[in-house]
């Protein structure tokens, strides 16, 4: 086991990874940029280097400082959080060049699978369903004939693309030059790879997806699904566990198609099978994140597994000692983001000083952040300051313990969106469980609506 590891994150997941480090007896180290010197994650690590400025760019992506850190610190390991460099196969084959084990998949695990168009070709002849669409095109007059194939409306999609970004929805044939190349030019400019390819847009949908732990010895476990269908411009903002859609039968079949895919590229650590599932139940892989997700806690919570620890464990070398019929789903967890913007201003970000907060306990409420009193909300990450979990027997009462939790958490000092998650709680739709990608955007239609009504 390591005995040391450094965290390469920042905000509520660097310090989310140094309590598991803690509970393991491992010494932390953190880094940071200028603008997070004040930062919770830099105080409660036992150590910590300043790797450059404010700019992610200068800082959190700064691969050089983040490796001299570690090697000056004598960290064995580095956890890389999700975002940032979780996902860049460059970092992770310059951990390896130095020696320092990286948390997650090979570099080379993590090109295949976040190459899209590679990862939809590898799962297909693995036999698991994916969503029907094109391969990567770049001549616009084959990509027309097959656009007209897949149908409209279609989603032209950056192979590289990620965190709902590089991704374009064309309605009509008109429209597809245009979009096409709009779509190639920003892929370019965002990911530094204009390849694009098509797929067909499923609507109404679901998305679901499943979460796994692989060790080194071919080991795999599936720990269920993730419904994550409440999202806004193709980011999620609530997540449940289990989801409220799925029978036991589409699980176990999920399941085993998540369990295929990861088995198909020989998969080491945790990781995350995407899928599309439409009304008919048909489910569709959409893509494979190689590494720790956002939303892990609401599985954490059901199943009782330290997700983080196991990473950790299986990245020194560790076998699973979890075996599939030991996996339990305990009742119901649900997730909300709580992001620092302002819902009435279009979402706009908000940054200043929380001149007082208050955070909700009690039994089963989990609150991941990174804020305390006084905190200075800087103007340059992620908008999302804290994510509030809880966990109840049924659905039913995870709403309630949810609805709950939100009204007690106050957060003074920025705008942000806990009575947008007050308001979806109380949604029909959303206490259906049968709301789908789109229920978002239709809420915001009802509201414009009823506002040039009124
Ligand atoms: P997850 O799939 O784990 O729920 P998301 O897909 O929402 O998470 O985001 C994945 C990662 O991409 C997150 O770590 C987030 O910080 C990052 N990310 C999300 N939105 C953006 C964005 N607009 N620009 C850059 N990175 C983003
Ligand atoms: P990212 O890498 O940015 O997470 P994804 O390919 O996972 O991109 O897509 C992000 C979101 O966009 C999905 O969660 C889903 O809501 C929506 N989406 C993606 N592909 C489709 C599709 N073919 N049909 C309908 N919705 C889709
Ligand atoms: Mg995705």
């Keep these: 086991m390591f005995s040391k590891i450094l965290i390469a994150n920042r905000g509520e997941i660097a310090v989310r990874i140094i309590r598991a480090c803690r509970e393991m007896g491992i010494s932390t180290v953190a880094v940071y940029s200028q603008a997070d010197k004040d930062a919770l994650h830099v105080s409660m690590a036992d150590e910590s280097?300043?790797?450059?400025?404010?700019?992610?760019?200068?800082?959190?992506?700064?691969?050089?400082?983040?490796?001299?850190?570690?090697?000056?610190?004598?960290?064995?390991?580095?956890?890389?959080?999700?975002?940032?460099?979780?996902?860049?196969?460059?970092?992770?084959?310059?951990?390896?060049?130095?020696?320092?084990?990286?948390?997650?998949?090979?570099?080379?695990?993590?090109?295949?699978?976040?190459?899209?168009?590679e990862a939809r070709k590898t799962m297909r002849a693995a036999g698991v369903p994916v969503t029907p669409g094109s391969d990567v095109i770049d001549d616009i007059d084959e990509a027309r004939a097959n656009a007209a194939a897949i149908g409209f409306p279609l989603l032209v999609k950056a192979r590289s693309g990620g965190g709902g970004r590089g991704i374009r929805r064309v309605d009509r044939i008109e429209d597809f030059d245009n979009a096409f190349l709009a779509a190639k030019a920003e892929a370019q400019s965002a990911f530094g790879d204009g390849a694009v390819y098509m797929e067909k847009f499923i609507t109404p949908v679901k998305h679901i997806e499943m979460q796994l732990l692989c060790d080194k010895y071919g080991n795999v476990v599936c720990l269920g699904e993730r419904e994550c269908s409440v999202q806004r411009k193709n980011q999620k903002l609530i997540e449940e566990c289990p989801s409220p859609a799925i029978t036991p039968e589409l699980r176990q079949n999920m399941m085993a198609a998540a369990v295929k895919a990861a088995k198909a590229v020989n998969y080491e650590n945790a990781g995350t099978v995407e899928f599309l599932l439409d009304q008919d139940k048909n489910f569709y892989f959409m893509e494979m994140n190689t590494r720790l997700q956002v939303e892990h806690p609401v599985t954490e919570m059901v199943v009782g597994i330290d997700i983080v620890q196991w990473m950790i464990r299986i990245a020194s070398g560790?076998?699973?000692?979890?075996?599939?019929?030991?996996?339990?789903?305990?009742?119901?967890?649900?997730?909300?983001?709580?992001?620092?913007?302002?819902?009435?201003?279009?979402?706009?970000?908000?940054?200043g000083t929380l001149d007082f907060i208050h955070i909700p306990g009690g039994p089963c409420v989990r609150f991941d952040t990174a804020i305390y009193q006084d905190y200075q909300v800087p103007p340059y990450y992620d908008s999302m300051i804290g994510k509030l979990i809880v966990q109840a027997r049924s659905r039913?009462?995870?709403?309630?313990?949810?609805?709950?939790?939100?009204?007690?958490?106050?957060?003074?000092?920025?705008?942000?969106?806990?009575?947008?998650?007050?308001?979806?709680?109380?949604?029909?739709?959303?206490?259906?469980?049968?709301?789908?990608?789109?229920?978002?955007?239709?809420?915001?239609?009802?509201?414009?609506?009823?506002?040039?009504?009124?």
């Design 49 to 117: 280097y300043c790797i450059g400025g404010p700019q992610v760019a200068d800082s959190y992506l700064n691969m050089a400082a983040i490796l001299e850190a570690a090697v000056v610190s004598g960290a064995q390991a580095i956890h890389p959080g999700y975002g940032l460099l979780s996902e860049n196969a460059k970092f992770v084959s310059l951990c390896e060049k130095c020696n320092i084990q990286f948390i997650g998949p090979s570099a080379e695990m993590i090109e295949r699978l976040g190459d899209k168009d």
């Design 318 to 351: 560790a076998k699973l000692t979890i075996t599939q019929d030991r996996v339990y789903m305990h009742g119901n967890a649900i997730e909300c983001r709580i992001n620092a913007e302002d819902p009435d201003n279009q979402f706009r970000p908000s940054c």
């Design 396 to 454: 039913e009462l995870a709403i309630r313990k949810m609805k709950m939790a939100l009204s007690e958490l106050t957060i003074n000092g920025i705008r942000h969106n806990r009575n947008l998650h007050i308001d979806i709680l109380s949604d029909p739709v959303f206490v259906s469980g049968e709301y789908t990608t789109g229920f978002m955007e239709e809420r915001q239609k009802k509201a414009n609506k009823k506002k040039t009504k009124g």
